[in-house]
């Protein structure tokens, strides 16, 4: 019989540990892109009361899954590791846990071109890795999944972490979120653009004093641009040249792309043609999470 003054969990837990310098900031990255909620540098003493106060939050119901990174820096790690363990399992959680590691030839190559000291900080890089191993291996003998990122980039890596989701979890990563933003470029161009399309060659609404008040958010602009045959030949080529690429920034787990239109001012082609890509990509079947937004339609 089970005992009915065990809370059930709403929220799933995933831990993150592993050697410093075997790729734990890329994973944790990786699960915030699968919709996970993540917090770093967890000391292992407060998890358990932070893992009970989550899921007593009404907020908690709205979570995905509840992603929490740890290392071996705070405290007797083993003491501290087991009568965690015995909380969680208290609260009748089975966390997963996704254990990260490398070769020690690959940890002090990494430490010595990030320039960073090793989170123990003892007597050399040799006896931090080592003490470390033996601090975290009751962890890592837990563990769901162990990964070695020996001889994994931080796009491998990545794909890694979100095939172990889909697979252990049956939750992959989020749509990719695409931002149409129109700009005009009197006022600079986006820094944050991965794609960008100059419209200023296309006939311009401003020259026709009844369009030239209006935005392209308005019918009767939007029809004056799109109507014109370069228009429907530029909007065909960059639909073309999206329809490559986006599936292929999908396929390297981009989480997100923003692409840029410009044109002189910010209010009229360059705000017709980010409508009119924002409603070509929609026709794609919930593959992407589109959000379109004018940066300059309002200023003169």
Known sequence: MSDSTTPAPILPLTIISGLSGSGKTTA???????????????????????????????????LKRLVLGIDARSGDFFEDWEHASLQLKKL???????YLESSDEVLIRRFSESRRRHPLALADIHSSMTKERELLQPLR???TMLVDSSNTNVHQLRAVIMEHMERMH???????LVTLLSFGFKYGVPLEADLLFDARF???????PELRAKTGNDLDVYNFV????????????????????LPRFV??????????VGCTGGKHRSVSLAR????????????????TRHRDVGKE
């Open 28 to 62: 944790l990255k990786a699960f915030e892109d699968c919709g996970g909620f993540c917090i770093d540098n967890v000391p292992v003493t407060i998890m358990p009361e932070l893992v009970r106060s989550m899921i007593q939050s009404p907020k908690s119901r709205t």
């Open 92 to 98: 009748g959680i089975e966390p997963d846990i996704v």
């Open 141 to 143: 003998a837990q563990a």
């Open 170 to 176: 049956g939750s992959g990563a989020e749509p990719m």
């Open 202 to 208: 296309l006939p311009n609404p401003h020259f026709v």
């Open 226 to 245: 799109m109507n014109h045959e370069e228009t429907k030949t530029f909007l065909h080529h960059m639909t073309d040249l999206l329809d490559f690429c």
């Open 251 to 260: 396929r390297e787990r981009k989480a997100y792309l923003t692409i840029a």
């Open 276 to 291: 009119a890509l924002a409603e070509h990509l929609n026709n794609e079947e919930g593959r992407f999470s589109i959000t």
